[in-house]
T-cell receptor, first 113, second 108 residues
Framework: GAVVSQHPSRVICKSGTSVKIECRSL??????MFWYRQFPKKSLMLMAT?????????EQGVEKDKFLINHASLTLSTLTVTSAHPEDSSFYIC?????????FGPGTRLTVT | QKEVEQNSGPLSVPEGAIASLNCTYS??????FFWYRQYSGKSPELIMS????GDKEDGRFTAQLNKASQYVSLLIRDSQPSDSATYLC????????FGAGTRLTVKP
């Protein structure tokens, strides 16, 4: 299957700072990428859909000014958590679609202290 | 009604048994169907995709699709402790919708 990478895998930051997470499709071009958040023992929650060269589409309840998404190329999407707070601590996972299939990155565990 | 429904479990089976995971979906126009496996603390991994009615087999895994009943299942034969994970059903029409997952435990 297709390979999606994420960086960093873990990040600890102080409250009020911003954190950028990168998602790359390594062996295919992804017109569409997705960002999910998952709290412990909870299901995946789609945050936003990112299309190359256009603005991301955010799910209801997700603050677009807090979670900035940029999809500048067919292989790279970034999620920036701005002014992070402890309640933003979570597992952030990106995925990229190739045809009708969706492949997930390994995830980024964010801890905000 | 949720778009994609799964029994949350936990489903517990003994090693060597067949594990049966079920999923129903509400959108009759759905075109493609997937099963993902997610180990604790890891991201989901695609293990099966199925697009037409009937069975699709891949090793110990068999996906079954019945569009008339809006039902898709995953059978795991000869279950191993390493199969213990949460299994996510996903359904795609214009976009992918995930179920909440079924937690499977295979006991040695």
């Amino acid at each position: 299957g297709a390979v999606v990478s994420q960086h960093p895998s873990r990040v600890i930051c102080k409250s009020g700072t911003s954190v950028k997470i990168e998602c790359r499709s390594l062996d295919f071009q992804a017109t569409t990428m997705f960002w999910y958040r998952q709290f412990p023992k909870k299901s995946l929650m789609l945050m936003a859909t990112s299309n190359e060269g256009s603005k991301a589409t955010y799910e209801q309840g997700v603050e677009k000014d807090k979670f900035l998404i940029n999809h500048a190329s067919l292989t790279l999407s970034t999620l920036t958590v701005t002014s992070a707070h402890p309640e933003d601590s979570s597992f952030y996972i990106c995925s990229a679609s190739e045809g009708s299939e969706q492949y997930f990155g390994p995830g980024t565990r964010l801890t905000v202290t | 009604q949720k778009e994609v429904e799964q029994n949350s479990g936990p489903l517990s089976v003994p090693e060597g048994a067949i594990a049966s995971l079920n999923c129903t979906y509400s959108d009759r126009g759905s075109q493609s169907f997937f099963w993902y496996r997610q180990y604790s603390g890891k991201s989901p991994e695609l293990i099966m995709s199925i697009y037409s009615n009937g069975d699709k087999e891949d090793g110990r895994f068999t996906a079954q699709l019945n569009k008339a009943s809006q039902y898709v299942s995953l059978l795991i034969r000869d279950s191993q402790p390493s199969d213990s994970a949460t299994y996510l059903c996903a359904v795609n029409r214009d976009d992918m919708r995930f179920g909440a997952g079924t937690r499977l435990t295979v006991k040695p």
